[in-house]
């Protein structure tokens, strides 16, 4: 990564948008689009188990699992970052079972999971936008919105928040998003 594509401060905390594969982010915690299960799957989350090792799927076990619209943390094992929070993002079904809402729950889990921890710096994927089928849109205005009101309110002693793009498209759509937020 050559650096943030757009960045914006709030505050204290710098927001920033980059694309790049987020297990290689130099970060205090990586943000895993997870599964209920948390015990590894595809996309982001099976790329997230693969770099930190088999010792993140062994403390996933001892988890439980995790509901729709929340996160639990974890070391981050192999992976630059010290944490993973894996945050479970809701299946898209048209927009009429709450998406919108366990969405934007998930990134104020996330968020508050890292000020407990003291943590300065977070990375977030584009939660649900996979496999998911969330529209991507949709799902970057909700992450920014959510995020930029969070940090805003409270900043929790966050300092950089990076939505992290695995192509460029969903770099627009973050891009978009601050835009309409007047960030840009």
């Not at 505050?11 to 895993?32: F, P, S, Y």
């Not at 509901?67 to 894996?86: E, F, M």
Request: a neutral charge.
């Amino acid at each position: 990564m050559s650096g943030p594509l757009l960045s914006a401060e709030l505050g204290k905390t710098r927001l920033e948008i980059c694309v790049a594969d987020i297990t290689t982010l130099a970060v205090d915690a990586v943000v895993n689009a997870a599964n209920t299960s948390l015990l590894g799957g595809g996309g982001v989350d099976g790329a997230i188990h693969r770099a930190a090792g088999p010792e993140l799927l062994a403390e996933c076990r001892t988890l439980d699992g995790c509901p729709t619209g929340s996160a639990k943390i974890t070391r981050g094992y192999a992976l630059k970052a010290r944490h993973v929070i894996h945050a479970v993002g809701p299946v898209w079904r048209g927009g009429s079972r709450d998406e919108d809402a366990l969405l934007a729950s998930c990134y104020r889990v996330s968020l508050a999971l890292a000020a407990a921890q003291d943590l300065r710096s977070i990375a977030f994927p584009a939660i649900s936008t996979g496999i998911y089928a969330f529209p991507p849109d949709r799902a970057a205005r909700i992450a920014v919105e959510t995020v930029a009101s969070e940090v805003t309110a409270a900043p929790r002693g966050l300092t950089r928040v990076v939505f992290c793009c695995f192509a460029q498209a969903a770099a627009d759509h973050h891009w978009d998003a601050f835009a309409a937020l007047g960030l840009v």
